[in-house]
């Protein structure tokens, strides 16, 4: 077993003792409830916001049997506010209660040091939105943060809503949405049997985009990782912004208005037909989509689960996708790689970006994720690039590095 990062957030006056909750899990009839013990950051976590075990962990939802229920999901005409259109530009109120505030790369990534989210004032979380339009991921460590304030800053940052998963093992008694990463706790096991030999690039764990099948996809994704590997294990994020910005004027008018057809990671059985093979759920959404609080062009594709382009032939789709894929995955300059330490968050934005886990470690990461719904995606076609937005050099008017 790998060594597993200890949690420093908390002085050792300050440990929560969890001998007695252990104990105390330890009676629970495992035939008759379904219980992983989680790692003991973890317990830690939980005992203190008073999260109760006993009745089993995970917990999975009711899963959808058929295609149509998940079609169904979320498909009234939703009005979203996003809370970073009232944000001051300047960030006066977020960046004046941070000790320091780090832009990890010049494109994509910022560190906020010494701010707590559970404490964020509603003008300091509209400036967080904002702040995370542009930039794409922002990280917080040694945060203090229980599963429910968790919760709570997604329903904010999802103007009242959030998503609620159908299929993904969640924390008990909290009426979902606040949904597990942890390997150890999936019921299909698609991790026990891994090879570090197979080449790892697209696929579903690979490049990805989450719930780009529903009719409204997330917006600001929040993970808070309480257990991590020392080494390995780590996030990266690629910016959709910096990915479109790296097209040629030609190639981004002939993007402008197509439609991406994309599909659920699961499967599921047809109603009209309940002896067919299962079938994904899959949805039209804009190739490229204007984000509302920036007004910047997105590229909004990911390998994982964006299967064609709409009205083109496969092999048309297929070369035209591959080739945006190798721009977006390969960009190393426009993506940001985040070495997770027990306690920290990180606040994306789901609509500008794919991102990607590294299988590089053995042992236990377990993270509780809240994803923030928001708009219809749409398209502009008045709208501006980054790059054109800000007049960024090097950018604009550049030609190609090769000649014909």
Known sequence: MAPIAVDNSQSASQEVDISSLKAALAQVDRSKVDLTLPPENTLRRYQKAGIDLSNGYPYFPPKPDFVQDVEKIRTDLRTYVDPGTRADPEKKALFGAAKEVRNLGTHIGTEIVGVQLKDLTDQQKDELALLVAERTVVFFRDQDLSPQQQQALGVYLGDGEIERHPQAAQVPGLGGGVSLIWEQGRRDKIFTKRSWRVPYG??????????????????????????????GGDTLWASGYAAYDKLSPTFKKLLDGLNGIYRSAHRY????????????VTRVHPLVRTHPVTGWKSLFINQAMTVGIEGLDKAESDTILNYLYGVYERSTDIQVRWHWTPGTSAIWDNRISIHSVSYDYDGERHGTRVSSLAEKPSFDPKSQSRAEALNLPGWIGTPDISSY
């Open 202 to 231: 697209g696929g579903q764990f690979g490049w990805h985009t989450d719930l780009v099948h529903e009719a409204f996809p997330p917006g600001y994704t929040h993970l808070h990782q309480d257990t991590v590997p020392e080494v």
């Open 269 to 280: 059985k047809d109603a009209n037909d309940p002896d067919a093979d299962a079938k994904y």
